[in-house]
């Protein structure tokens, strides 16, 4: 089993930036970040895998997220840029031990605690 743990939410305007982080504990074949709004459900963000560093992103977040892998590959970030209201959520790390479907947010395991992000406008 993965252990994942996640950090760097915290409050910001409108058009700010956050960078979070999530470290990995075991091996994993893909990371993801998800997050849940309040009373909304759970969704899919953006995801790596691990060994070739392709990346997928939601629509909602393509162009000012970034999904990255630390160089010794126990850390995936979410550099967060331009964020918006509709950005605030709990944050999630996720991962899955065979990298296949990263793409489709599915099937993901492992997940963190969470990290609270707020956007105030």
């Known amino acids: 089993q993965v252990q994942l743990e996640e950090s760097g939410g915290g409050s910001v305007q409108a058009g700010g930036s956050l960078r979070l982080s999530c470290v990995v504990s075991?091996?994993?074949?893909?990371v993801g970040w998800f997050r849940q709004p309040p009373g909304k459900e759970r969704e899919g963000v953006a995801t790596i895998y691990t060994l070739s560093r392709t990346t997928y992103y939601s629509d909602s977040v393509k162009g000012r997220f970034t999904i990255s892998q630390g160089n010794a590959k126990n850390t995936v970030y979410l550099q967060m840029y331009s964020l918006e209201v509709e950005d605030s959520a709990m944050y999630y790390c996720a991962a899955k031990s065979r990298p296949v479907g990263c793409s489709r947010f599915q099937d993901f395991d492992s997940w963190g605690q969470g990290t609270q992000v707020i956007v105030s406008s």
């Open positions: 075991g091996s994993a074949g893909c």
